[in-house]
Nanobody
């Protein structure tokens, strides 16, 4: 059974950077299109970025395009989200899942807080 664990969040000033990691257990990781999602206080969960199994195809929400970069290392069963030029509106709990999210894969997420 696949399990996903997010890490790398923290408190950063506006304009700063963070790198999130999503570590997966289970041999199906490399076969899936994976995604990052986030949920801000009082709001629903939203799509942030996705990456296909080879890493060659990526997609981003308009709000993060040009600032965030998604990548993956299938050998390490790990996906990353490099976040640059962070804004206070990026404050949220960040989660990873398959691009079509599976309910049982939602983890606890990692908190990202961007101060102005």
């Amino acid at each position: 059974q696949v399990r996903l664990v997010e890490s790398g969040g923290g408190l950063v000033q506006a304009g700063g950077s963070l790198r999130l990691s999503c570590a997966a257990s289970g041999r199906t990781f490399s076969m899936n299109v994976m995604g990052w999602f986030r949920q801000a206080p009082g709001k629903g969960r939203e799509f942030v970025a996705a990456i296909n199994w080879s890493g060659e195809d990526t997609s981003y929400a308009d709000s993060v395009k040009g600032r965030f970069t998604i990548s993956r290392d299938n050998a390490k069963n790990t996906m990353y989200l490099q976040m640059n030029s962070l804004k206070p509106e990026d404050t949220a709990v960040y989660y990873c899942n398959t691009n079509n999210p599976l309910p049982h894969l939602w983890g606890q997420g990692t908190q990202v807080t961007v101060s102005s």
